[in-house]
């Protein structure tokens, strides 16, 4: 099938589950709104980010149900110890992208983690994403809590203050985080409206170019 043809999609990577609702969750709810197909992939489980037994994983699931992804891939990697599962993890992406998108799906777009991210755990997945998501036109970089003392976007996605507010009601799906202080729903939309405000909108999410083909 040919490119014209073909339905564009994106797919979003993510070290813990809340990390791309964190980062990316009003970007999505926007593009799915435009009729892009959305993979979510998570690399670890996060049971070391929860002191509750709680399942991470379909907290996430009804989190980004929300956000609109068409589908979510939950992996087992070892969170705290993903430095030392590079190579399964980009077999793994590599895996997916191969295999696992639909024939009549080009993926336009990969949202991940990025290079100035403070947390072990982000920046090896960072290095997989970077490596498995190779023949991707463009591939972003997202702001989470572990870099919001350095954080330099270069470019924006502007949204609307209900796409912000399907990402704090997808956010309140991860009943285990509640008590981290960088999930309080004011915190957050200071955050994109401070994003917003660099590009004379209301409400923005920022990100850092790995790759951008336009």
Known sequence: MSSLKQRKGVIAIGAHPDDIELGCGAS????????????????????????????????????????????????????????LQLNGMIFALE????????????????????????????????????????SIPQILGYETPSTWHSFMPQVFESVTGKDFELKLKALSKHRSQRYRNYMDPEHLRTIAQFRGQQINRNYAEGFIVHKMIL
Not at 51 to 63: F, G, M, N, V, Y
Not at 75 to 82: A, G, P
Not at 101 to 118: A, C, H, K, L, Q
Request: hydrophobic share 40%; glycine share 4%; charged share 25%.
């Open 28 to 83: 999505l709810v926007r593009l799915a709104r435009e009729g892009f197909y959305i993979l979510s992939v998570i690399m670890t489980s996060g049971k070391n980010g929860t002191i509750d037994r709680i399942d991470r994983h379909q907290e996430s699931r009804e989190a980004l149900t929300i956000l609109g992804c068409h589908k979510v891939i939950c992996l087992n990697f070892v969170d705290t110890r993903t430095h």
């Open 95 to 134: 895996d997916i992208i191969h295999k696992q998108i639909p024939s009549d799906i080009e993926i336009w777009r990969v949202y991940t983690m990025n290079n100035v991210d403070r947390h072990q755990d982000h920046m090896a997945v960072y290095q997989a994403s970077i490596v498995a998501c190779r």
